[in-house]
């Protein structure tokens, strides 16, 4: 096939599933749906390098297609003084309260110095979801446009950040890149030298005080680069919602501790890890060969069993055969 040619075939086959998408979404107009949101502001700051805003939001959309329950809050922009888009990277954390009800934390990260912000833009729908009623995607469009000014003075009282390196006796070392605080939500940026590139995770909380917040959970932000899969030296953002309020403590008061790290249960194993398991696995008739490789791969062995309460149990009985886990703790004084 000549090259034009492909690129035409490419073009109209792109149109085609654009098009197939486009009759399998139903696009809902404003009048066809009705909610009583409210979008109430608990806390808003920006420094030279952030904007941070805290609100919650109650109530639910309700549509011609089904309600749409998950949170509301679609596209949020800083604006700076002349109306101009200034957002930069963004990072939001939308929890859960109750049906209907949720708590709202985002950070945008800019130069908010030299270009200073005067409001967030909140806008609520701009959402898709699946409707039962009609087995499409319902698309709805932003319903209400919240905004909220920020005040006239730079705090400098959001971003608590420590350059410091802890190394813990195991080898393990650490650096906490950004920790940025709100009345009621960490987001901690911290990197990690790992004991090789496999596939770890971290059991980590933040100190405050005499206190400790377990973090809801992590993730590795840029983990679709290639390279930062393959390297040992690997950064992961951390989120701990309910904390103390930052503002309150003294210098001094909050760490971010790292107990551990763990590898995550691998879809294959080397042959000492295969000898911890082949006994169970056999005792369920699973039959294992190495792999050109060398590795014996079971997850899909075990789905094929097609018993949810087998496959419960082996997953559960190989995690903690091939279990391991290196120990900190690394612990850094962000504040």
């Known amino acids: 096939m000549k090259k034009n040619t492909f690129i035409y075939v490419i073009i109209v086959l792109s149109l085609i599933v654009s098009a197939f998408a486009f009759l399998n979404r ?3 107009s404003q009048s066809e749906q009705s909610n009583d949101i409210t979008v109430n502001l608990q806390w808003i ?12 939001v109650n109530g639910l959309i309700e549509t011609s297609q089904g309600n749409y329950f998950e949170c509301p809050v679609g596209n949020s922009v800083v604006l700076n003084s ?15 309260v109750s049906e209907g009800q949720y708590h709202v934390t985002q950070f945008f990260y800019n130069d908010f ?54 190394i813990a006796e195991s080898g393990l070392d650490m650096v906490v890149s950004q920790a940025n605080f709100t009345p009621r939500l960490a987001k901690v940026d911290a990197c990690i030298t790992l004991p090789d590139n496999g596939d770890w995770g971290i059991d980590a ?7 400790k917040f377990t973090i809801d959970y992590w ?60 006994g169970e ?6 039959n294992l060969e190495p792999d050109p490789a060398g590795y014996y791969c079971f997850t899909g062995a075990i789905m094929d069993l097609g018993d949810a309460e087998s496959n419960a149990h082996l997953f559960t009985y190989i995690r903690e055969a091939l ?5 900190g703790p690394l612990t850094i004084t962000i504040k």
């Not at 909380?205 to 206190?211: A, F, G, P, Q």
Request: net charge negative; charged share 25%.
């Open 281 to 286: 696995l056999e005792s369920y008739g699973i």
């Open 323 to 327: 279990k391991e886990e290196v120990e």
């Open 205 to 211: 909380y933040v100190k405050m005080s005499d206190e």
């Open 26 to 28: 139903i696009y809902l």
């Open 113 to 166: 110095q030299n270009n200073v912000p005067g409001k967030v833009e909140i806008n609520i729908g701009d959402k898709v979801f699946f409707s039962h009623e009609s087995g499409k995607e319902v698309y709805i469009p932003v319903l209400q446009t919240i905004n909220f000014d920020l005040p006239k003075d730079i705090s400098n009282s959001t971003e608590l950040f420590s350059n410091k390196i802890a």
């Open 82 to 96: 002349n109306g101009e888009d200034i957002t930069g990277e963004t990072f939001i954390s939308c929890r859960f």
């Open 219 to 278: 993730q590795i932000p840029n983990f679709r680069e290639p390279e930062v899969l393959q390297n040992k030296y690997r950064c992961f953002t951390t989120v701990t919602s309910s904390v103390s309020d930052f503002r309150n403590l003294q210098s001094g008061d909050i760490s971010f501790v790292v107990n551990k790290v763990y590898r995550n249960m691998p879809d294959c194993t080397d042959k000492s890890g295969f000898e911890k398991i082949k």
């Open 45 to 56: 700051s920006y420094d030279a390098k952030h904007v941070a805003i805290e609100y919650d």
